[in-house]
């Protein structure tokens, strides 16, 4: 194997998200620290312990879950979001009892800004021929709070929904509860009675 295709340096190299569960727990376990120092190693192993925590989260998750709340939103995206860098999109596409259907990851940008269009938010919940839809999208900065194009591209979204009969439920912006002056951890615009 050649050396940047060992799971340690693949880590450093791509983040914990591009390993296998198999290659976390070898980091776990200590194989191939020969030639790395304790710093690197220790580095190592942190990042897959919380990797493989993220992963059993997230998978523990029923995917039937009724999303009838931004807090179950949050609760749901949440364990996806930790540690992102960088702004993410998601498409909640849910059936007339709220049930989650498909969660789909619709755009990713950059520290401070995504890609939410219309378009591509619709495009999956129609291709799950779901009746309601929630968007959600993170804030890196941990703070949910909406900025001005936030708010634009809701009131943009709600509009397409109403035209293609997909009706948007709510926009969730989910941060840190650390971060957040509220508390909570998320913005809800539906629970804000912005949609």
């Known amino acids: 194997m050649l050396a940047e295709d060992r799971p340690r340096e693949r880590l450093v190299r791509l983040g914990p998200r591009a390993l296998l569960d198999s290659e976390l727990f070898e980091l776990l376990i200590g194989v191939g620290t020969r030639g790395a120092s304790a710093q690197q190693v220790s580095r190592s192993e942190l990042a897959a312990a919380m990797e493989l925590a993220r992963r059993l989260r997230e998978r523990t998750q029923d995917p039937g879950d009724k999303l009838d709340t931004p807090a179950k939103v949050w609760s749901r995206l949440e364990p996806i979001t930790t540690g992102l860098s960088v702004e993410k999109c998601w498409v909640l596409c849910l059936n007339r009892r709220n049930r989650l259907i498909a969660l789909q990851e619709i755009s990713s940008g950059t520290a401070t800004s995504s890609l ?57 912006i989910v941060g840190r509860p650390e971060s957040d002056p509220t508390g909570k951890g998320w913005f809800s615009f539906g629970e804000a009675g912005l949609l």
């Open 116 to 172: 939410l269009h219309p378009r591509e938010v619709f495009r999956q919940a129609l291709r799950y021929g779901a009746p309601a839809a929630i968007v959600a999208h993170n804030h890196p900065s941990g703070d949910p709070s909406p900025s001005s194009a936030d708010r634009a591209v809701t009131r943009q979204l709600a509009e397409a929904g109403r035209i293609l009969g997909v009706e948007l439920l709510d926009h969730v």
